[in-house]
């Protein structure tokens, strides 16, 4: 267990160190939720409606955008390689990247959704529900893009690949994700869709690491 | 039984019988299928004669279904036992179950728009089979994406489970997503018990898929083998030379 501290400390400290790199992925994502309003128009309540949707559908291509670092470095100058013939067995090594990517990329994601939602004009009463779904949501889509960077990663254009390996595969987190905060608007308690979201967050835990693991040791061989 | 193919000098054999059988068995199927769909069924009474899309349209979507299926099995023996030809015959089965898949979703639409009025409606069947579509496309994507094949083999592989995984939990989220924010505005045209007359096209069309599905996998199998014969024995040249050369 040591050293899945060390590892998630180490990698928040260095996502911290090079702290631009995560404030990109944050800046992303309000750009892009606030290029909605020139694109569909002012109105209030059009983007009262479009709001958990946009809030979404943004978190998850500005979560992309981070991916690509997860592993990388670490297998440009070789401590993957390390990290695959430790000790510690490699699922935990992964479960502990991708721990320190939540802590970086979906924590941040989290905090500022609200202030997007405040720009998106989201009805008021949702916003415990929405940070509820966002933290169990964006912990999935960390569990799975990190099997996506996992998988592709040393391969030509990695980034573009890695969007479509992995936006297919989330399309439930955003499903069940928008459909929490819209059933709450619409005066329905949004007990099923968190609590399916943190089922499929119970079996990303199982099926990632795994195949997080068998990809890397892939990777380094 | 499975190792005994692993062997691929085994593997061409066993194909190399079994092709001559399955490509006539196709061009049998198909072909008397096509007969019936176009000639000796009747038109629906509600449909017309639209309905005879439906005898290419719901085949696809099987052998788009199966071949995926087919995909994550031929991927588990290949990652699990290590199987060289198992993976070549995942690889060679992607396109072609992309293929029926935009088969399955263009003739659907060209069935909407003088059904439904309109060429895609995001009902949950047209938004499942898309989104298979997309998961052919990453497999495919990935397969290719590295210069030292076998990676891209075992890390498509490890894809391709984790897909099958997720297919059936993307299906059921889609359905839910589907009636949470589409109340039937579109009606979907409940199927009737289908005639004999309609039904034996059918599966004569659907056998017939699934032959030329086994038809091309071997064929593809076959010329990705003898690819990397080509390769290997390329490669064994350049050292013979280079070793000479140096001596």
Redesign the interface.
């Known amino acids: 267990m040591n050293g899945f501290f060390a590892l998630v400390g180490r990698d928040t400290r260095i996502a911290l160190r090079q702290l631009s790199d995560t404030m990109m992925v944050i800046v992303f994502f309000v750009i892009a939720a606030a290029l909605f309003p020139f694109g569909v128009g002012p109105e209030p309540n059009l983007l009262a409606r479009m709001a958990p949707g946009i809030l979404w559908v943004t978190a998850l291509l500005a979560a992309m955008l981070s991916f690509d670092r997860l592993f990388q470095n670490d297998y440009d100058d070789g401590t993957l390689e390390l990290l695959v013939i430790a000790p510690q067995p490699l699922w935990m090594t992964a479960l502990a990247k991708i721990v320190a990517h939540w802590l970086t990329t979906g924590l941040p994601l989290l905090v500022a959704s609200p202030v997007i939602g405040i720009m998106l004009i989201l009805e008021p009463s949702s916003y415990g529900v929405l940070m509820l779904a966002m933290a169990l949501g964006t912990a999935i889509i960390s569990l799975v893009g990190a099997l996506g960077a996992a998988l592709s990663l040393g391969s030509r254009r990695s980034g573009v690949l890695l969007s479509l390996l992995v936006l297919p595969l989330v399309i439930p987190v955003l499903i069940f994700g928008a459909g929490a905060v819209d059933a709450v608007i619409g005066g329905f308690a949004a007990t099923q869709q968190l609590l399916i979201l943190g089922g499929l967050l119970m079996a990303c835990l199982v099926v990632c690491p795994w195949g997080c693991a068998v990809a890397l040791r892939l990777a380094a061989e | 039984m499975l190792h005994r193919f692993a062997n691929p000098t085994r593997f061409l054999r066993l194909a190399n019988a079994v092709l001559p059988w399955a490509t006539s068995l196709t061009v049998i199927l198909i072909g008397a299928g096509l007969y019936f769909a176009f000639g000796a069924s009747p038109a629906d009474y509600q449909q017309g004669e639209t309905v005879r899309i439906m005898y290419v349209h719901v085949p696809s979507a099987w052998m788009a279904m199966f071949a995926y299926a087919f995909i994550a099995v031929a991927s588990a023996v290949g990652?699990i036992w290590k199987h060289p030809v198992a993976h070549v015959c995942a690889l060679a089965a992607a396109p072609i179950g992309a293929c029926f898949t935009v088969i399955c979703l263009t003739t659907g639409s060209l069935w909407g728009k003088p059904m439904w009025g309109t060429w895609w409606v995001w009902d949950a069947r047209l938004t499942s089979v898309l989104?298979l579509f997309?998961?052919y496309?990453?497999f495919i994507?990935?397969a290719n994406?590295?210069?030292d094949a076998a990676?891209?083999e075992?890390?498509s592989a490890?894809?391709a489970?984790?897909?099958a995984?997720?297919l059936p939990?993307?299906k059921?989220?889609?359905d839910?997503?589907n009636t949470?924010h589409q109340p039937a505005s579109v009606t979907k045209i409940g199927m009737p018990a289908v005639h004999s007359s309609m039904l034996i096209p059918l599966l004569l069309m659907a056998v017939g898929f699934t032959m030329l599905f086994v038809v091309l996998v071997i064929v593809r199998a076959r010329a990705e083998l003898a690819d990397r014969r080509i390769n290997a024995l390329r490669s064994a040249r350049i050292h013979a030379e280079t070793a000479q050369s140096g001596a």
């Open positions: 990652l989104v997309f998961l496309l990453g994507a990935l994406a590295f210069d990676r891209g075992k890390a490890i894809l489970l984790v897909g995984v997720n939990i993307i059921f989220s889609v839910w997503w949470l």
